[in-house]
């Protein structure tokens, strides 16, 4: 059994920041790509930002200079460090994972809300 478990989302006004956690346990051999993705309300799941095992990082426009992902790869976690938010930021925000012979799996979900 696999799980991947986000924290850390929240209620922050405008400008303010957040940073979201992701830890991914259970029956894992090693994990490639992660990521954040989000899904605001009426809207598809859009990418946020990926991060590969070796540190090699991928941002949406509209969060580049704003958000930054990283990861531990010893504790199996990812996290996403976000600045200056925006209203238009609101979302649920999703962790991904892909691993070794388990294929992708997603996280549960956390809301973020930005107050103008």
């Known amino acids: 059994q696999v799980q991947l478990v986000e924290s850390g989302g929240g209620l922050v006004q405008a400008g303010g920041s957040l940073r979201l956690s992701c830890a991914v346990s259970?029956?894992?051999?090693?994990?490639?790509?992660m990521g954040w993705y989000r899904q605001a309300p009426g809207k598809q799941r859009e990418l946020v930002a990926t991060?590969?095992?070796?540190?090699?990082?991928n941002y949406a426009d509209s969060v580049k200079g704003r958000f930054t992902i990283s990861r531990d790869n010893a504790k199996n976690r990812v996290s996403l460090q976000m600045n200056s938010l925006k209203p238009e930021d609101t979302a649920v925000y999703y962790c991904?994972?892909?691993?070794?012979?388990?294929?992708?799996?997603w996280g549960q979900g956390t809301q973020v809300t930005v107050s103008s």
């Open positions: 991904n994972a892909e691993l070794l012979l388990r294929g992708t799996r």
């Open positions: 259970g029956d894992i051999f090693s994990i490639n790509t």
């Open positions: 991060i590969t095992g070796g540190g090699s990082t």
